[in-house]
């Protein structure tokens, strides 16, 4: 063996020790002994929507309360039309009264100087199992309540006053809720929120993407009982949780397939899940517009890599071995860079439009897209902003 063949030996060996080893803690699953890496169903590409934004619809938005925010996932109204209000990066919901932004409430008990404010939205994670990170909101209609979604604290309610949120539930048939993510009320009262992962916190968001964990879930939690029962399990990050207009069925998000998924709770196939629309691109929440539309957001386009790695666990758990921070890790798998985009289906799961920020210049991500008087209100974990786009302006 030459010598150059010896060097590159010496090199692999060198490099796979390192992987094994992972001597200095670099790697994203080092915390994670039990890591497991599961394939993805991915849909044939023939199945994946091509449709495009060629207007760029989305940089036409206009861009609120920059620097006042810290990654407002959830935007939301209250049903005499005040807001915005929204849960922000530091565990409190916000509502805009006109003037300023106030605090509405708080979800966790245990806060402290920790949840100070800090220079950007990730720079809360470390601390958001002590300060709380609410990500849905809805209000129910009947009550006045605010039901909060809380990534570490379960299901909460708060009345219209606001202040400490009440936990409601926080564990399914004796598991733990481990991420609470979306949910959405019926007209009984009856709360249906989806636990994205029963291993993985928010905090370990790339593990769980990395991961494809099937541990997600969807449940109801029942007023009258206070029971928290499952109506669809082995999901791979299960997110947007949104009824259909007549409340017949419910569409939720399942992230890393990229689709939408419809659960139907009445009529004959009720009980039994399906699949409503396959989208082109990787999900976050969905909400219900008054026509009985749904409004996607959609974090990123399909790519190549993440599409590719999907199938091919064994290599997404090397991959995670390797010393690159999370962070890279998420924009390498969402293509190299931020992009918005948001797409409108019908009641029977066709696509009617996309609206896209190709490039992120204006809009840059979206979580949540809500349809409110004639206007799309954007909010996004991983941004200081909230975007509004005119549905006129089309």
Known sequence: MGHPAQLLATVILLVSLYIGLDPFHHSTIHDFPNFVAFPVEVPSSDLVPVVKDAENL????????????????????????????????????????????????????????????????????????????????????????MYIADAYFGLLKVGPEGGLATQLTAEAEGV?????????????????????????????????????DPSGRVLKYDPVTKQTTVIARNIQFPNGVTLSKDGSFLVFAEGPVGRLNRHWLKGEKAGTTELFAILPGH?????????????????????????????????????????????????????????????????????????????????????????HEGKLWMGSVLMNFIAVYDLGSS
Request: glycine share 8%; with cysteine; proline share 6%.
């Open 58 to 145: 989305l940089t036409r938005s206009e861009i609120l309360f920059r620097d006042q925010l810290q990654g407002p996932e959830s935007v939301t109204f209250d049903y005499n039309g005040k807001g915005p209000y929204t849960g922000v990066a530091d565990g409190r919901v916000l509502v805009w009264d006109g003037t300023e932004w106030k605090e509405f409430a708080v979800t966790s008990p245990n806060r402290s100087e920790l949840c100070n404010y800090k220079p950007n939205p990730r720079s809360y994670m470390p601390n958001e199992h002590i300060c709380g990170r609410p990500l849905g909101l809805r209000f129910d209609k009947n009550t006045g309540d």
């Open 283 to 371: 999900p976050d929440n969905v909400r219900t517009s008054e026509a009985g539309t749904f409004w996607v957001a959609i974090h990123c386009r399909r790519h190549w890599y993440s599409a590719y790695i999907s199938t091919r666990p064994l290599l997404r758990h090397l991959i995670m071995k390797l010393p690159i921070p999370a962070f890279y890790q998420y924009i390498t798998y969402i293509g190299g860079r931020l992009q918005a985009m948001v797409a409108e289906y019908s009641p029977q799961g066709e696509l009617i439009r996309v609206l896209e920020d190709i490039d992120g210049k204006v809009v840059r991500a979206v979580s949540e897209v809500d349809e």
């Open 176 to 212: 733990p809720v481990r991420f609470a993510n979306d949910l959405d009320i019926d007209n009984e009262g009856n709360v249906y929120f989806s636990d994205s992962s029963t291993i993985y916190e928010r905090r370990n968001f790339m593990q769980l993407v990395f991961s494809g």
